[in-house]
């Protein structure tokens, strides 16, 4: 694939909602597909919101792919896309905070859970271990969710494994503990672009509203998003260069 069309759903997230918020994805997913995307990335934690577990606890989190991960991966068989879908998973008695890349044939091919988990919004979850490029529509990807992103040793290692590009589901707003030049040092230091796919909305003890959907190349910014309302932000990218051919993101609004 030497040119592709991007799809980042900037969604405001319901905390505890998991019914609503499946269904908001699963419209963004439809949405982004008719727009033409291949591939499609969600915010971390789209299903649930960060703080789910204050609402609603953590009993509900099965094995992935639970019943509805089968029928999303229906779906995106159907549109043949490729989804980046960020959900909690549990596996042996523990839980994690994962992205799941499923391919335009509808299989999970790889997952990342994150490393970086030490907020009081995650206690819950344990931190991954495996830091492993994924082989996606031929081309080496490196997943950080949000905080993975706050150090330099997790893109770094990913580089070293052969990542070409780095893609980021995040929930990371402005604040005391907000993203400080992070994104754009390990674009500096690993020589990779970087896709985060941020979202908005707000929870109870955090704001999301200026949060951006970032693409970052060498240290820029060259597209950047925020809103009050969901979108859903498209943009071409060359896979060979590594760079945006959009010089911004066409953002398509969704009433959710």
Known sequence: MKTGRVALLHLSVVPGAIERNRSVLEEAVKHAAASGAQWIITPELATCGLQFARI????WIEPQPDAWMKRFCRLVRGLKRTVFIACPERESGRL?????VISSRGEIIGRHRKINVRSDSLSWSSPGEAVVPLQCDGMK???LVCADAFTPGIAGALKSEGAQILVSPSSWGPGIHGPNGEWEERTRETDLPLIVCNR???EKTLDF???PSIVVKNGRRLLSHTSEQSAVLIFDWNFTAMTP???AYKAEYLRA
Do not use: E, R
């Not at 609603?56 to 009993?59: C, E, Q, V």
């Open 56 to 59: 609603i606890g953590t009993d």
């Open 96 to 100: 994690y905070n994962s992205v799941f």
């Open 141 to 143: 990807v490196g997943l």
């Open 200 to 202: 908005t909305g707000a």
């Open 209 to 211: 509203w200026k949060a």
């Open 245 to 247: 051919l959009s010089t």
